[in-house]
């Protein structure tokens, strides 16, 4: 830990802003116009530092900084932070990240990774669904996630409590809006049903779910003489 960099987070958001121009141009006002306020990748650092922290915008705020005045920030969280947003931004990152030389040596982007993580939400939601095997008594969602072997927070649905990841494991990788799509699909037990092997068939996906708890489960070798080694 002595060796790693300390680095301010809003600082780091700013820097890969500057990297990625075409992130800040995805971010239209809800008239539908373009960026039009100074230093507003200042502005829409603070606010993704305070969400990603989970922290209102009281310790992010700065009087007398214009790009992080309170008042400021309230207005580009409601002009300008919002999901159609994010879904037009978010492909000039991972395009980005998949020109960096230790992203490409990782894997070519082709194989991806689905998974869900649920979670009791404490409020009314329009998501929020019972479950009592992992909600027990109160409401959740799923949040479904999913990675490629170049970049994490491809693409991401907020699944309700009742419904399975396999039912919307589809929309999410049809819905990352990234140029290249991976061809191979990779999925936990949750994520398994055989009308999802058939659907990715159809649409040229090899899909591959880690199947958990195969009573008869067991390695074969095409040649009996074959040593594979450890």
Same mark, same amino acid.
């Given at each position: ?52 922290? $989970?922290?209102?915008?009281?310790? /992010? #705020?700065? @009087?007398? !900084?214009?790009?992080?005045? %309170?008042?400021? +920030?309230?207005?580009? =969280? ?69 990675? $490629?072997?170049?970049?994490?927070? /491809? #693409?991401? @649905?907020? !699944?309700?409590?009742?419904? %399975?990841?396999? +039912?919307?494991?589809? =929309? ?59």
């Amino acid at each position: 830990m002595a060796m790693m960099p300390r680095v301010d987070i809003s600082e780091a958001v700013v820097e890969v802003l500057g990297w990625c121009p075409k992130f800040m141009e995805a971010f239209t006002s809800i008239a539908g116009t373009g960026p039009h306020l100074d230093n507003l990748d200042i502005s829409v650092a603070a606010c993704l530092t305070a969400q990603a922290l $989970n922290i209102t915008y009281g310790p /992010i #705020a700065v @009087k007398g !900084v214009p790009a992080l005045e %309170r008042h400021r +920030l309230g207005y580009v =969280d409601h002009t300008y932070l919002r999901a159609d947003n994010y879904d037009a931004a978010n492909p000039h990152l991972i395009a980005k990240q998949a020109g960096i030389g230790f992203a490409q040596a990782l894997g070519g982007g082709l194989v991806a990774a689905i998974d869900g993580m649920r979670f009791v939400v404490p409020v009314p939601s329009a998501y929020a669904r019972p479950n009592k095997k992992y909600f027990g008594p109160k409401r959740g969602i799923t949040w479904l996630n999913m990675i $490629n072997d170049q970049a994490f927070g /491809i #693409a991401w @649905k907020i !699944v309700s409590g009742t419904d %399975r990841d396999c +039912l919307h494991a589809l =929309d999410v990788i049809f819905g990352s809006g990234e140029g290249r799509r991976a061809d191979v699909i990779v999925t936990d037990t949750g994520s398994y049903s055989d009308l999802v092997f058939g659907l990715a068939h159809l649409l040229d996906k090899e899909y591959r779910p880690a199947l958990a708890d195969l009573p008869d489960q067991k390695l074969w070798r095409v040649q009996a003489d074959a040593d594979y080694g450890r």
